[in-house]
């Protein structure tokens, strides 16, 4: 099994500020990594995949880079509806997927 | 457009079965895979399994081999997710999710809207 652990577990920006959330997978995992943002009460919605493509209707700030087993997203000017948590899923090991534990992005 | 719909929250006793329905539109449900995911209060997401609606084969997270089981109806283009055994432990929002390829290699989406499996005497 692929363990994937995220970093920070809790991550505080204030608006307007860049933010980096990181990634790292156990073993390689190529470029076959996606980015989800989940807000409360709601179902994950996928950002990016591919390690670095941007999901349809996903915002310019959004970034993602890395491959192996380091990976990043960077949300280069946060907006208020970007505090959420954030998984990274490495797809790589394919049917056995996996997910990291999460970052909570919070308003500081 | 894609769409997933889940069936509604559940409420169930310790050792009892669940069975949660999604309803695929907008896209050939037979063409993409169907995962499921569960996550319990306050914790990450947890992959469950995987199948293939138009073999029908499928395929378990370890963890819940023997307990759950993957079915669907093509005729209706809905997956179903059946887990046994359920213990307090299994209290959790259920989601289904498609595979966003038909290629070996993608993640996932859409998601359906979860649906709430509560286990309590």
């Known amino acids: 099994e692929i363990v994937m652990t995220q970093s920070p577990a809790t991550l505080s920006v204030s608006p307007g500020e860049r933010a980096t959330l990181s990634c790292r997978a156990s073993?390689?995992?190529?470029?076959?990594l996606a980015w989800y943002q989940q807000k409360p009460g709601q179902a994950p919605r996928l950002l990016i995949y591919?390690?670095?493509t941007r999901a349809t209707g996903i915002p310019a700030r959004f970034s993602g880079s890395g491959s192996g087993t380091e990976f990043t997203l960077t949300i280069s000017s946060l907006q208020s509806e970007d505090f959420a948590v954030y998984y990274c899923?490495?797809?790589?090991?394919?049917?056995?997927?996996?997910f990291g534990q999460g970052t909570k992005l919070e308003i500081k | 457009q894609v769409q997933l719909v889940q069936s509604g929250a559940e409420v169930k006793k310790p050792g009892a079965s669940v069975k949660v329905s999604c309803k695929a539109s907008?896209?050939?449900?037979?063409?993409?895979?169907i995962n499921w995911v569960r996550q319990a209060t306050g914790q990450g997401l947890e992959w469950m399994g995987w199948?293939?609606?138009?073999?029908?084969?499928?395929g378990y997270a370890q963890k819940f081999q023997g307990r759950v089981t993957m079915t669907r109806n093509t005729s209706i283009s809905t997956a179903y997710m059946e887990l046994s055994s359920l213990r307090s432990e299994d209290t959790a929002v259920y989601y289904c999710?498609?595979?966003?390829?038909?290629?070996?290699?993608?993640?996932?989406?859409?998601w359906g809207q979860g649906t709430l499996v509560t286990v309590s005497s």
């Open positions: 999710a498609r595979k966003k390829g038909s290629g070996w290699y993608a993640p996932f989406d859409p």
């Open positions: 907008g896209y050939t449900f037979t063409s993409y895979d």
């Open positions: 199948m293939n609606p138009n073999s029908g084969n499928t």
């Open positions: 073993q390689s995992v190529s470029s076959n």
């Open positions: 591919g390690a670095s």
């Open positions: 899923q490495q797809y790589n090991n394919w049917p056995l997927y996996s």
